[in-house]
């Protein structure tokens, strides 16, 4: 597949992804697998903490075109976690440390063209790797995650895989946007923002190069461009940046209209059109305030949703786009307008996905629960943070749904050495790369000093579930905001655990690790906790935790092995819960709907019973039977009848007034 609008450049697959020869270290026998592949997807949702953790071996024979040669040919690996090893024909050609980005090889000299080339790709998820993540609540899956392609460029063109400096890690290649629009002020009058284009001459001579760059709306005309010749050095690899004034911008409003601009440009070597590249541009102002949470272009934009990981059912992380199409759609219909993709970054697809729906998100490095032990593996783990965090920024930078850069998630959970340092570390890489949108940390404990480094900061809080009471949410929250009023706090995470096979008759505190997790609880704690969120303006964005059911090989509770429940979907995206309606009744205002809660609740007792319906209309009213129990106002969403069940079969049915259509039905046996 040629890239879109290329000239020389190709972007292919050419074969990759399919019938790899994959032998590991944990069975000798060699497994033909097509990619994106892992090695865990079985053994690492199944629970009892024994997933296999080591060495993987790709190979494959390829055939390369023999028009190739005389070009730059790179490897692109899409991710693979977490330490890979590219040989092509008995030759190594590099290593990558980071198992959720994309990076890049060159090849051009290690090829036989028009012939067929040995590609080797070794991949450990070994526990001995020091990097981001050393340990977290989710299992890591081995091998090649997302899938392979060719990047075949002229000599003279966009560099696909600049070089960057840092003191930690001195220079390196990192895979990267050839192009990226810098926004620095912008409003409804006029946006201002920068062109930085990553150029490259790979040849012994240096050369004329022109750049044309424009900015097109979405109707294809130009709005503004530029036109510029320099001279470029052999084997020079220079960076580019030109500024550009939009006047009365078309602004990106989230939901209600996420308008996109396109930056096209155009690099002509010595006269002749060598390679372009295009971008989606998304202009928009963001801030967020200590007393009224987040702004989008100087309004008050509240940030509500769900915390999602790239994960499927036997697949692990080596998900397809429908798959994660899947996820974003389910999830969709919740009326959400937000996600914090967690704890890593994910696939393109979803970025692009988020962008074209308006949708917001928080994207993030997998720098979880410690930084290390001591002062030697805090170092190595610290230079590998800090170039994830390059990846990360320098790979996703130009996608308008992306509004703020997640530094760590719950760093000062698990004993080590004070990561206060490394955080700073990688808050000095998102402002040396952006200064449009903030930077933000989750923190388990509120008052560490890491959540005072970035921008702003986000609680995972789990007051009546891991400890106190439901109530004590609110009042956390209060103190917090009053202790601290000039800094924006958000909740990062918040949930419970419910197995939909579980229930009780009336909601109560369980035990959080437990066998048993009523789908009942779930129910009543979000309930409140969203009570509580929507009466706190300053909460900067909510995010639930978690979108769906996900695998961690080292939990057993709620009736599930190797699985944690808190999702308010199923793993395998089929079942929503209860609680996943309460958020729709609360948020989606485009489609009226009610909903009978425990409806999987089909034996329960005879007699008077609580019968809970949620609803996003006015009025609704109860049959029991076919005998009316009465008509209620829907308040908060929420409407509860007493209504008595007879022993055997009772048909439970409710009703809008006035629109049959609108109604909903379950059927329960009483004993």
Not at 119 to 148: C, W
Not at 225 to 231: G, H, I, L, M, N
Request: hydrophobic share 35%; proline share 4%.
């Amino acid at each position: 597949m040629v890239a879109a609008m290329a000239v020389t450049t190709i972007v292919c697959a050419n074969g990759l992804n399919n019938a790899w020869q994959l032998t590991t270290a944990a069975s000798k026998q060699v497994k033909t697998v097509d990619l994106p592949y892992t090695w865990n997807g079985e053994d690492g949702q199944d629970g009892g903490n024994n997933y296999f953790r080591g060495e993987g071996v790709y190979t494959k024979e390829v055939e390369v075109p023999a028009d190739w040669k005389g070009k730059t040919v790179y490897m692109k690996i899409g991710a693979a976690n977490m330490e890979t090893t590219l040989s092509v024909n008995g030759e190594q050609i590099g290593s990558h440390i980071g198992g959720y980005a994309s990076f890049m090889m060159e090849v051009t000299q290690s090829l036989k063209y028009g012939e067929s080339n040995t590609i080797e790709i070794k991949v450990s998820n070994s526990k001995d790797i020091v990097s981001p993540p050393l340990s977290a609540d989710f299992t890591f899956y081995g091998g090649i995650l997302r899938p392979l392609s060719w990047v075949v460029k002229d000599n003279c063109s966009f560099n696909p895989n600049p070089v960057v400096k840092n003191k930690l890690f001195g220079s390196k290649r990192i895979a990267a946007a050839s192009t990226r629009v810098e926004q620095y002020q912008v409003s409804a009058d006029e946006a201002t923002v920068g062109l930085r284009a990553f150029l490259r001459n790979g040849t012994a001579e240096s050369a004329s190069f022109r750049l044309k760059s424009r900015l097109e709306d979405a109707s294809g005309k130009v709005v503004c461009s530029t036109d510029t010749t320099f001279e470029v050095a052999a084997w020079n690899e220079p960076e580019v940046l030109l500024n550009w004034n939009v006047k009365r911008p078309h602004l990106y409003q989230g939901k209600s209209d996420p308008y996109m601009y396109r930056e096209i440009s155009e690099l002509y070597v010595n006269g002749q059109l060598k390679d372009t590249d295009c971008q989606p541009v998304g202009l928009r102002s963001m801030r967020i305030d200590p007393a009224n949470g987040f702004y989008l272009n100087g309004q008050p934009y509240r940030l509500y949703g769900v915390c999602l990981h790239e994960e499927m059912p036997h697949k692990g992380r080596a998900v397809s786009d429908e798959d994660r199409k899947l996820s974003v759609d389910v999830m969709r219909e919740t009326g959400l307008n937000y996600f914090r993709l967690a704890h890593y970054q994910h696939g393109d697809f979803t970025y692009n996905y988020l962008d074209s729906l308006g949708i917001f998100c928080w994207t993030e490095v997998p720098v979880v629960n410690s930084v290390g032990m001591n002062d030697s593996e805090n170092k190595v783990f610290q230079t590998n943070a800090v170039s994830q965090m390059y990846e990360l920024v320098m790979q996703l930078y130009n996608h308008p749904s992306i509004i703020v850069w997640g530094l760590s998630n719950e760093v000062n959970y698990q004993p080590g050495i004070d990561p206060t340092y490394t955080i700073k570390a990688l808050n000095e890489v998102v402002k040396s790369l952006d200064r449009h949108r903030p930077s933000v940390v989750a923190a388990m404990f509120p008052e560490k000093l890491t959540n005072f480094v970035p921008d702003a900061y986000a609680v995972n809080r789990y007051d009546g579930w891991y400890y106190g009471k439901i109530e004590d949410f609110g009042n956390v929250m209060d103190e917090l905001h009053e202790k601290y009023p000039y800094r924006p706090i958000g909740v990062s995470e918040y949930g419970v655990g419910a197995n939909v096979t579980h229930h009780q008759d009336i909601a109560a505190p369980i035990e959080e690790g437990g066998q048993f997790h009523p789908e009942e609880y779930q129910s009543h704690f979000h309930e409140s906790y969203w009570k509580m969120i929507k009466d706190r303006p300053f909460i900067w964005s909510s995010s639930v935790w978690a979108g769906f059911d996900f695998a961690v090989d080292s939990r057993n509770e709620g009736g599930v092995p190797g699985r944690n429940d808190k999702g308010l979907a199923s793993f395998d995206r089929q079942t929503r819960k209860d609680a996943f309606y309460w958020y729709k009744a609360n948020w989606n205002k485009d489609e009226t709907f009610v909903y009978i809660t425990s409806r999987r609740y089909t034996e329960r007792k005879a007699g008077v019973q609580a019968i809970r319906v949620y609803a996003n209309c006015d009025e609704v009213e109860l049959f029991v039977n076919g005998k009316s129990q009465g008509v209620q106002k829907v308040s908060d969403c929420l409407a509860i009848w007493q209504a008595k069940l007879k022993k055997g079969k009772n048909t439970i049915r409710v009703v809008a007034p006035g629109n049959e259509k609108l109604s909903d039905e379950v059927v329960v046996t009483a004993k």
